[in-house]
């Protein structure tokens, strides 16, 4: 029987027992450094980047107020559950909402998308409407 792959094996070995490099294989290397890169093949970034802004301690400030956000924030205030039961419920809803998603969402540090959002959403049955 032949042994598992996926064992972990911790190889040792002395500084002298590892086989140096020979003069050609260390040129060849150095050409390769020397050459450059070619850039041409890779796309061209088209949108413009959002950069994240941190404080002076290179914390991530929170972005400017949701007002989705802040009505979920405030009806798991009322309800006294946490973002974790949040997720658990949004989960039956829609499979594919990682809890990460619900956390950084509920931090301000994410956007999901219109589904995990909508999960939330049913999962405290809130609904979207027109102030006023």
């Known amino acids: ?14 500084a002298h027992e590892i086989k140096r ?10 050409a390769v450094t020397d050459a450059g890169i070619d ?21 991530i400030m929170r972005s400017g107020g949701s007002a989705i956000r802040e009505a979920i924030l405030a009806e798991l ?3 006294g559950t946490t973002g974790y039961q949040l997720w658990i419920e949004a989960r039956k809803l829609c499979r ?3 809890e990460s ?13 219109l589904a995990y959002l909508d999960a939330m959403l049913e999962a405290l049955e809130l609904t979207v409407g027109r102030r006023g």
């Open 1 to 14: 029987m032949s042994p598992k792959s996926n064992e972990r094996r911790v190889v040792r070995k002395a």
């Open 21 to 30: 490099s020979s003069q050609a294989e260390l040129a060849k290397l150095a």
């Open 39 to 59: 850039t041409s093949e890779l796309a061209e970034r088209t949108a413009s980047a959002k950069r994240l802004v941190r404080d002076g301690d290179g914390r």
């Open 77 to 79: 205030k009322r309800r």
């Open 96 to 98: 594919t909402i990682p």
């Open 101 to 113: 998603a619900v956390y950084e969402f509920l931090a301000g540090k994410r956007q999901v998308g």
